[in-house]
């Protein structure tokens, strides 16, 4: 694993990605593991790379199927099948 | 519908496998993961409960029959929700396709929590349920169709292509007889003329012939005579 950090899916994304990866891993083993988190943190580099995100995510046509599995498994539901006691 | 269970153990604490989700691509053995994107992070208000959506980017070279399907583009996106409970120490991940999800769909649940009796190792339970939509029809009517198509394309290639060599031919061919007759004609002519010229010839040689002979015949008969009457 070392410092290899994945990329985004729009490379324009890619070095905010890894500004905010960076923040919340450490965050996620020193304080969320350890339950010292209240909050959410990183949010100042979340932020800027959600935006970017976002834009990319309409621009390369991914949004539409997104948004069907997002009805499907919602998110809330922690992606579970939202007709899942009803599944075909 | 298909079912897929897999259950696997590993020998570090579930904490540390946790963290290590976040980090797992790349690695050198899913060189297909290009990309990670997290598109949404919520944290509940306990601060126990960590819920992550999660773009996963693959790109694998596609057997050419299927890019047939389901386009060129060998790029296929899944959409992952996570959730990481502190107080149950679970971490349940489950993922759908985004990518022709109206030909099959793989909805995978991957659950990682603590070994029940060994906190220093972590079970990993898997299941994934696979559907497809696209019945033997719908695929025989999409390769019909894009043979129809690929036909209908390569045909009026195929009619351009061989528009060109009738062109070709065709001027080849009034040339042809062109050339034909002009052979034809002067063929003819030529051999008329050596028959004319033959003929000609013979006859003359014919009549060359006759009179030397006749002269010799009336020189010889005239020495006859002359011998004849000399006697």
Known sequence: ?88 | MKLFQNTQEFSYPWEQVTAANWRKYPNEVSTHVVAVDVLRRELDSTGTRLTSERLITCQQSVPKWLAMLVGSSNKSYVREVSVVDLNAKTLTLRSCNLTCAHLLKVYETVKYQPHALDASRTVFQQEAQITAYATIQTLCNKIEEWSVKRFGENASKGRKGFDSVLRMLSDNWEQRDKLVDELSDSIADRVAGTVGEIRATTDSLIKETEMKSTSLVSRYSKETQRAFNKT
Do not use: H
């Open chain 1, 1 to 88: 694993m070392g410092n290899a950090m994945s990329a985004s899916f729009a490379p324009e994304c890619t070095d905010l990605k890894q500004e905010y990866d960076n923040c919340f891993n450490q965050w996620y083993s020193e304080k969320f593991l350890k339950g010292l988190s209240m909050e959410n943190e990183c949010s100042k580099q979340w932020y800027a790379y959600t935006t970017c995100v976002e834009a990319a995510l309409v621009k390369q046509g991914i949004k539409p199927a997104l948004d069907e599995a997002r009805k499907e498994a919602p998110f809330e539901k922690g992606g579970e099948s939202a007709d899942s006691d009803a599944s075909k």
